[in-house]
């Protein structure tokens, strides 16, 4: 059974950090496309950042930036999302999402491209 469990959320005020992590369980996403989306209360699920199986390629909203970070450890099946400067309009349930095919292009950008998603984790940014 494939799980993804993201953990790193939490309360922070506005121009701090958090690190958010998630460990893939289940099966190895070495070969696969992962990101992170988020959504805000009342809004739609949004794309954030998203990483290649090789992690040369990452991809990001155009509202995070230059602010967020995404990587990954495939020794580990885990995959990260350092946000720096954060904003109170980050707040939000960020959610990780996986790719289940194997070196897989595509619009990794939306969210009908990924086949597994974690159960998400809060981060609220105070201002």
């Known amino acids: 059974q494939v799980q993804l469990v993201e953990s790193g959320g939490g309360l922070v005020q506005a121009g701090g950090s958090l690190r958010l992590s998630c460990a893939a369980s289940?099966?190895?996403?070495?070969?696969?496309?992962m990101g992170w989306f988020r959504q805000a209360p009342g809004k739609e699920r949004e794309f954030v950042a998203a990483?290649?199986?090789?992690?040369?390629?990452?991809y990001y909203a155009d509202s995070v930036k230059g602010r967020f970070t995404i990587s990954r450890d495939n020794a580990k099946n885990t995959v990260f999302l350092q946000m720096n400067s954060l904003k109170p309009e980050d707040t939000a349930i960020y959610y990780c999402?996986?790719?289940?095919?194997?070196?897989?292009?595509?619009?990794?950008?939306?969210?009908?491209?990924?086949?597994?998603w974690g159960q998400g984790t809060q981060v609220t940014v105070s201002s």
């Open positions: 289940g099966r190895t996403f070495s070969t696969s496309t």
């Open positions: 999402a996986a790719k289940g095919g194997s070196f897989s292009y595509g619009p990794l950008t939306e969210l009908g491209f990924y086949d597994y």
């Open positions: 990483i290649r199986w090789s992690g040369a390629g990452t």
